[in-house]
């Protein structure tokens, strides 16, 4: 047995007996060297990364274009308004970007007949600075090419 005991203590090398504390954590070896490591950077992956996305070119519709085109041509040009209200036979289209409101006036041809376009507005949603027509509908038709 004294022999078992001999053997098992010569395996417990510099271990700490239970309920003591190892006073010699967090110091420096004997030789006083002191080994640093960089932060490990990690790379994502090729396939990770965002795609790259083409931008859609953007072209302009010109207003002189517009004029004269029915409700349903008019909405397969531009989209669809934010909101349409009725004067009488005439009703007026509305789209609006960040910074203006454009109006689109459609009047019948004929009375009771279908509606064109006849004629178009633009104003800035705030302040009273001017902008073009052409200015305003650049822009909507901008945004609505963002939001897809």
């Given at each position: 047995m004294a022999m078992i005991a001999m053997g098992l203590s010569a395996c417990g090398g510099n271990a700490v007996p239970p309920g003591s504390t190892n006073a010699n954590y967090g110091e420096l070896s004997n030789s006083g060297a002191i080994k640093t490591t960089r932060p490990v950077t990690r790379k994502k992956p090729e396939s990770a990364?965002?795609?790259?996305?083409?931008?859609?070119?953007?072209?302009?519709?010109?207003?002189?274009?517009?004029?004269?085109?029915?409700?349903?041509?008019?909405?397969?040009?531009?989209?669809?308004?934010?909101?349409?209200?009725?004067?009488?036979?005439?009703?007026?289209?509305?789209?609006?970007?960040?910074?203006?409101?454009?109006?689109?006036?459609?009047?019948?041809?004929?009375?009771?007949?279908?509606?064109?376009?006849?004629?178009?507005?633009?104003?800035m949603r705030r302040g009273?600075?001017?902008i073009t027509v052409q200015d305003?509908?650049?822009?909507?038709?901008?945004?609505k090419l963002a939001q897809g």
């Open positions: 990364k965002s795609p790259k996305v083409a931008a859609i070119p953007f072209k302009p519709i010109p207003t002189d274009t517009l004029k004269g085109l029915s409700e349903e041509a008019f909405e397969s040009r531009i989209g669809a308004p934010e909101m349409i209200r009725g004067e009488g036979e005439i009703r007026v289209w509305q789209y609006r970007s960040e910074q203006c409101s454009f109006d689109a006036f459609f009047v019948p041809k004929a009375e009771g007949g279908a509606r064109e376009l006849r004629h178009m507005l633009a104003r009273n600075t001017a305003c509908l650049d822009q909507v038709v901008k945004q």
